[in-house]
């Protein structure tokens, strides 16, 4: 779904959408360019009648601020037709995986049932369908049997399969992706025109039609300042009348358009676009321009620790031996109980042993040993063999077990195991027969660079909150490894959203990432709700953004690109309030020095008369838009700093930049215009 900002058949496109657009029923929407449509009409008919009268001086200046005129709102269409045509291109993208499809219905949800083969239009919430490896999912549902490798490239853009399987957080498919091995059995939880592809086409197609409060309030202040400016400048009319030196009405429209924002009138809407645009080509769908903008103004986020501060799965990270015990007799006992343990963790301990101690992993076969599960009764795991059973559990549970053996539980190990608890980690105690050897601390891994990123948002003023359903100790020693600024341990549904209400009563919004049916009453709360797409049906509903890739870390990327989204639409306001100013200063000495000679000497750019004054600044501020449409497009380039220090930077690059650039830019087309004779 990524796709550069300009291509060649994007500005072919947007150039004839760009013709399209200077109906005056659709110019009407946009106050700022209505009045320079009405200008540009209004020259167009002076310019034809002087023609007609052959007053042929007067007919080609009127001509060519006329023309400069209708392109300023053709380059007004333009940002925006070529913000729309990257949606529309990735809406089109996203229809074409609705193509015909074929599904596999079943009367009742068994692996050995018959299936009859109907149109995938023609299923409905709650039918159930098998789906064999290639073949493509016709609906969105939940696995009810089997477990899959699903393709979701379609989707999310990326090459590597997923794993879709019956129970869990891992049950929700979409229609769309292929199957590329087993089998799943799934119920359909949407009707047709309602699965997810269908709404984000609609979401991506609907975007330009959808305001946020910040664009309706930008849009009433430039609206505002567009009817000051027209009353000041049809005053100037009656004024010079009564000096005996009347202006042009062709003179006081070119003024008009010069003095009102017509920058950031003309990039607003494409501003607005442009940021849900970046938000898709970083695989996050956001329901509407509010979700996007919201984001920009979040300054609380809560995360879940799993998968997005953590690795997600913990790791063996040292062996602490009992008294008498060899840390190498430990790592042994401990491999051997998880030769057959296919869990990460289990992974992890053999690994670990094979690193400390070049411990070769020894085949199950060949010692005719016996896998005991982990059980929830149990609480541990192990391995038989001969005379000799070696088990590793929770420090409790090895200690029941041990007295149930008649063996003893050294007092140390118990200690040792306290100290792996009160440093975050988990701590799991290995038991061969009677004797225990000591104690396997599995850390949860912090993501590399993840404190970092945390100092950032705090640079940028925005609280960062842990999510986790691990004990007070554990939650502090992992949120201190971190870096984030506060924690809620052992989480539950009811907490999560009251701490989320809780921050929104002292007037702060909150950004909040989740996946499964117990995060779904925080999400629909939050400001900002980043459901993940392998998550559940009820995660996705409550969330107003659904990240395709998954990854809980995105919540840092959508605050970045809501921010920037903000940043952009402020620092081109202040550049096109600042751009008006300096133009008033820089044409009106020599656009009226006839009428007041006193402001001859305000002419500091000694422009060559006043026709050229005006026509050189109706040019330049027509081409200053189209300078400005890939910085829209692309958004202004954001960096993690205070509000304080992104407005004064904002002042004096933006600021000070629309000052100072009409007055060079001006003069030059100046002397252009003066060198071809055309003034």
Partial sequence: MRSSIITRDALLQACGVSFKKLSPLTQRHNPVMFVVWIGSALTTLMAIS????QYWSEATFTAAISAWLWLTVFFANFAEALAEGRSKAQAESLKGMKQTRWAKKIEQPLETADYTSISAEALRKGDWVRVEAGDIIPCDGEVLIGGASVDE???TGESAPVIREAGGDFASVTGGTRILSDWLIVQCTVNPGETFIDRMITMVEGAKRRKTPNEIALSILLTSLTIIFVMATATLYPFSLWSGHPVGIVVLVA???CLIPTTIGALLSAI?????SRMLNANVIATSGRAVEAAGDVDVLLMDKTGTITFGHRQAAAFYPAQGISEEALAKAAQLASLADETPEGRS???LAKQR???AEQALSSLQATFIPFTAQTRMSGIAYAQTRIMKGATDAVRQYSQTQGGH?????????DEVARRGETPLVVIDNQRVMGVVALKDIVKGGIKERFSQLRKMGIKTVMITGDNPLTAAAIAAEAGVDDFLAEATPEAKLALIRQYQSEGRMVAMTGDGTNDAPALAQADVAVAMNSGTQAAKEAGNMVDLDSNPTKLLEVVHIGKQMLMTRGSLTTFSIANDVAKYFAIIPAAFSVVYPQLAGLNIMHLHSPASAILSAVIFNALIIVALIPLALRGVRYKAVSAAAL?????????????????PGIKIIDLFLTSLGMV
């Fill in 50 to 53: 002087a023609l007609f009268q």
């Fill in 153 to 155: 490239s379609a989707i």
């Fill in 255 to 257: 003024l008009l358009v």
């Fill in 272 to 276: 607005g676009i442009a940021g849900m």
């Fill in 349 to 351: 301990i053999v690994a």
């Fill in 357 to 359: 101690f070049a411990l």
């Fill in 409 to 417: 539980f050294p007092e140390e190990v118990g200690v040792i195991a």
């Fill in 647 to 663: 407005l004064r930077r904002n002042l004096w690059v933006y600021g000070l930049g629309g000052l100072i650039l009409p007055f």
